[in-house]
């Protein structure tokens, strides 16, 4: 019995198809190799192939790039804020702007999904 081999020439081809994609669809490409990968193993071992399943606190593609946005944005709004802050309150208002912005940071962070 030969065990089966992942052709050389698919992951030529697939290799090809990356670099004409673009960065944009790495994940995608990295997922169907791995998935490749992972059937000759399997076939190789004689086991019956298992669904793939995503694990439980793996983020979406777009949940990391709303946080993504939400960190840029709070950065920018907390340089006017904290200007503010200070020139009408001191310390103290730079300390409250700062406390409401972490705030609303864990708030979104920790929300249910």
């Known amino acids: 019995m030969t065990t089966p081999r992942l052709p050389r020439d698919d992951l030529t081809a697939a290799m090809a198809a990356r670099r004409e994609l673009g960065p944009e669809y790495d994940d995608a490409f990295i997922e169907t190799v ?8 399997e076939a190789r071992s004689g086991a019956a192939p298992r ?4 694990p439980a606190g793996a983020p979406e ?3 990391r ?4 946005a ?3 944005l709070s950065l920018l709004a907390a340089i006017p804020l904290s200007a503010i802050g200070v020139v009408n309150a001191g310390l103290p208002g730079l ?3 700062m406390a409401g912005i972490v705030l609303i940071n864990v708030t979104y ?3 249910p999904r």
């Not at 791995?34 to 193993?41: A, F, P, S």
Request: aromatic fraction near 10%; hydrophobic fraction near 45%; glycine fraction near 8%.
């Open 34 to 41: 791995v998935d490749r990968i992972q059937e000759t193993l």
């Open 51 to 54: 669904p793939r399943a995503r």
């Open 61 to 63: 593609r777009g949940d």
């Open 65 to 68: 790039y709303h946080g993504l």
């Open 70 to 72: 939400m960190a840029v």
């Open 95 to 97: 300390f409250v702007v």
């Open 109 to 111: 962070t920790f929300r």
